[in-house]
């Protein structure tokens, strides 16, 4: 059964099953945001830890063993604690015998959703209840429906960058027989294309000083993703056409190229501290 929060303005429910949110409802417009998880994608919005995507071997290692997790870590298999407060919600996933097997860490993971006017606040703490240092990457998955109406098809809407960017996009091979490359791209408006997305995979960027995206359907806004302080962003949508564009903010990405160094120097690694936490947020704006 979900979690639900409502306001004037939309409507918020959330599962237990890796917390994901199963509608965002715009009650102005009449319309849901999110994508469903019907189509090519039994996804919708999973939290990505602790690690992004996967390894190049499939396995890394930590003190010299080895281990495997699922694609994009263990938080979007886990079924989390739900508490409904007032105006929050508040989900927990704690390290048990069975993470421990795939991730040799203890830890805590919360997600806590609250409204604001037309603005979903997503806030994360993550806690190293460890011993020792524990390294992890951590990143976002949301799925936005695209069209949101009959009407409307996927290439009349855009992503409006913040900023005119000089970024930097990470090409690389996902059968991983060249080198990733770095190409130097002019980033204000990209207008949505499943033939970009196909042609590199995903589009990945980073050295970007915009702190949000704008969804927009010719010229109009409808949406606007904040992930103020990510280094990477990503684009993405399924290969099969999907009704749906994933707008992905991460600390750290999947590997590139052949090579799986242990996890502590993965690049993007973060490292948190025995008995520290650390504190991650972003924010889906309506219209």
């Not at 890796?18 to 939290?47: C, H, L």
């Not at 989390?80 to 991730?103: P, R």
């Not at 000083?209 to 606007?224: A, D, I, M, N, W």
Request: aromatic share 18%; glycine share 4%.
């Amino acid at each position: 059964m979900p979690f639900k929060l409502e306001n004037e303005f939309c409507r918020l429910e959330v599962i237990p099953e890796a917390a994901e949110i199963t509608s965002f409802f715009d009650k102005t417009n009449n319309v849901e945001i999110m994508y469903q998880g019907d189509e090519g994608w039994s996804g919708r919005n999973p939290s990505l830890f602790p690690i992004i995507g996967s390894t190049y071997s499939k396995y890394y290692e930590i003190h010299g063993k080895q281990y495997t997790m699922k694609n994009h870590g263990l938080a979007r298999y886990a079924t989390f604690k739900g508490e409904q407060l007032e105006d929050k919600l508040i989900f927990t996933f704690c390290s048990d015998e069975e993470t421990l097997k795939q991730y040799p860490f203890d830890f805590v993971f919360e997600i806590a959703y609250s409204l604001e006017g037309k603005t979903l606040h997503i806030d994360y703490t993550i806690k190293n209840t460890s011993k020792e240092d524990m390294p992890y990457s951590f990143g976002l998955h949301p799925a936005f429906r695209v069209p949101q109406y009959k009407n409307e098809k996927f290439e009349d809407y855009s992503i409006d960058f913040e900023f005119n960017e000089e970024a930097t996009q990470l090409v690389f091979d996902p059968s991983f027989n060249e080198n990733i490359k770095e190409k130097k791209v002019q980033l204000n408006s990209w207008k949505l294309s499943r033939e970009d997305i196909n042609h590199y995979a995903t589009l990945v960027y980073k050295d970007y000083k915009s702190s949000y995206v704008t969804l927009s359907h010719q010229g109009e806004p409808r949406l606007r993703v904040h992930f103020a302080g990510f280094p990477y962003l990503a684009l993405w949508t399924h290969p099969t056409p999907s009704n749906f564009i994933c707008i992905e903010p991460w600390y750290g990405h999947s590997d590139f190229e052949k090579e799986t160094p242990d996890f502590y120097h993965r690049e993007g690694t973060m490292i948190l501290k025995p008995g520290e936490e650390t504190h991650f947020s972003y924010q889906i704006e309506l219209f």
